[in-house]
């Protein structure tokens, strides 16, 4: 099992830059497949980025070109750099661990970006 502690949401203007951390406590971190998921108001939850195990990566088209996803298995973390922010980006975000088939989600962090 894992534990997921996002951090680093927050208040940013449109064109801005956030990053959020996601620390894993618990099972092996390098063993899991990781991602970020984003829900909107009143929207369901959907993918932004993910990561393997051996780092490769995918990304919504939403998010291309602009968001990056990292991993560091030494720190038990997962990043996601978020670059020229929208409107649109707002909502909270979701880290996901995946593991065998199981999921596990953090408790969310809020991401607003004001126009």
């Known amino acids: 099992q894992v534990h997921l502690v996002e951090s680093g949401g927050g208040l940013v203007q449109a064109g801005g830059s956030l990053r959020l951390s996601c620390l894993a406590f618990?099972?092996?971190?390098?063993?899991?497949?990781m991602g970020w998921h984003r829900q909107a108001p009143g929207k369901e939850r959907e993918l932004v980025a993910g990561?393997?195990?051996?780092?490769?990566?995918n990304y919504a088209g939403s998010a291309s070109g602009r968001f990056t996803i990292s991993r560091d298995n030494a720190k038990n973390t997962v990043y996601l750099q978020m670059n020229s922010l929208k409107p649109e980006d707002t909502g909270v975000y979701y880290c996901?661990?995946?593991?065998?088939?199981?999921?596990?989600w953090g408790q969310g962090t809020q991401v607003t970006v004001s126009s």
């Open positions: 990561i393997s195990t051996d780092g490769r990566t």
């Open positions: 618990g099972d092996a971190f390098r063993i899991f497949a």
């Open positions: 996901r661990g995946e593991k065998y088939g199981v999921l596990y």
